[in-house]
């Protein structure tokens, strides 16, 4: 159960997307049940075909599965959805393969729960933030995603790739945010929802965490080259010139 004393107001649900991360996504989940500040822990499995959502489930998770790999949006939306039927105020989403410290959770939380604000983005490049034997591909390429995000939309974010944030899911009400655009089935879900709070007008901020990534960079990621970094970038460009919606 969520600490009552912190968040006595809100309802917490953790939404981790997985696709094959057995002998990772177990200790997410224990870590973040370990932490008490989450009301529940689900997870999405995208059509593992490994042990995942076995694990997940023996951990303490909800888990929700997908006969087929549909893609992390897919997931992140479904987990959504889930929330949302559920009377949930407040979603977190981070990784499945134990790169985000759960520890850091209330730093997201807080600005949501005791300031005004509706969308937390987790930063690893902000003051306080932390970046662990991250491959150097990867700095560019997250450093150049936060600059294109920056000049497109007009907000001065530092770290746009970054999975680990928390929203009030109420801002699914607006009917402009529509997550149900096959589109947005993979990598586009993320930076969707966030340029959309940014176009909105909607109360953003950043929050410094940590992204821990394995020190032999192998097996540290399940994007595609070019493809994947299109999927990324895509909605940033459609939603600036109002091809997509």
């Known amino acids: 159960m969520a600490d009552s004393g912190r968040y006595p107001r ?80 407040i979603a977190v989403v981070m990784g499945g393969d134990d790169q985000d410290n759960p520890d850091e959770m209330r730093r997201l939380l807080d600005p949501i729960a005791h300031d005004h604000f509706v969308f937390v983005q987790g930063s690893r490049y902000m003051p306080g933030g932390v970046r662990m034997n991250i491959p150097l591909f990867r700095r560019v390429t997250t450093e150049l995603f936060s600059i294109i995000l920056r000049r497109l939309m007009g907000f001065p974010v530092t770290d746009g790739t970054n999975g680990y944030r928390a929203f009030r899911l109420s801002i699914f009400d607006n009917p402009a945010i529509d997550l149900r655009q096959e589109w947005l089935n993979h990598y586009e879900l993320e930076p969707y929802i966030y340029c959309k709070a940014i176009q909105l007008g909607l109360n953003v901020t950043e929050a410094p965490v940590t992204k821990r990534y394995p020190k032999t960079h192998k097996g540290y990621t399940k994007m595609v080259p070019i493809l994947s970094w299109w999927s990324i970038l895509r909605p940033l460009i459609y939603l600036k010139l109002g091809i997509k919606r």
Not at 17 to 29: H, R
Not at 50 to 64: C, H, I, N
């Open 10 to 89: 809100e309802k917490i649900i953790v939404i981790l997307p997985a696709y094959n991360e057995e002998g990772k996504i177990g200790l997410v989940v224990s870590k973040i049940l370990a932490e008490k500040t989450a009301d529940k822990v689900i997870v999405v499995d995208d059509g593992s075909t490994d042990k995942t959502r076995e694990e997940a489930a023996s951990a303490g998770a909800r888990v929700l599965a997908h006969e087929k790999n549909m893609g992390v949006g897919a997931g992140i939306r479904d987990g959504i959805e889930f929330a949302r039927e559920n009377a949930f105020t």
